[in-house]
Nanobody, 121 residues
Framework: VQLQASGGGLVQAGDSLRISCVTS????????MGWFRQAPGKEREFVAA????????LYGDSVKGRFIISNDNAKNTVYLQMNSLKPEDTAVYYC???????????????WGQGTQVTVSS
């Protein structure tokens, strides 16, 4: 399974941004897609996850109510719509694929290369 994240960039506080992750390979074996982020000097943090059919989602406390995860199985793509961005959202965002919906990176088997999101104040 290969994951390719894209769509990151430099935005101002309060702006919105949508990042994407395209999966290829044995995508049918992935029940859950997730987003994590890592800021310099900090541990990797869970952002959001969605199950294969989009029926169930999970969000980290710091993004709940601002970010929305969605997927388009026809395009093998998962999205993260980020609204009301804050400078503390600045990080490299990674998409990941796994089998169970958890907020721990240990439960995700496949990882993309990451896309940088920078929010200026």
């Amino acid at each position: 399974v290969q994951l390719q994240a894209s769509g990151g960039g430099l935005v101002q506080a309060g702006d919105s941004l949508r990042i994407s992750c395209v999966t290829s390979g044995r995508t049918f074996s992935n029940n859950v897609m997730g987003w994590f982020r890592q800021a310099p000097g900090k541990e990797r943090e869970f952002v959001a996850a969605i199950n294969r059919f989009g029926e169930s989602t999970l969000y980290g406390d710091s993004v709940k109510g601002r970010f929305i995860i969605s997927n388009d199985n026809a395009k093998n793509t998962v999205y993260l719509q980020m609204n009301s961005l804050k400078p503390e959202d600045t990080a490299v965002y990674y998409c990941a694929a796994g089998y169970v919906m958890r907020d721990s990176s240990a439960h995700y088997t496949y990882w993309g290369q990451g896309t940088q999101v920078t929010v200026s104040s």
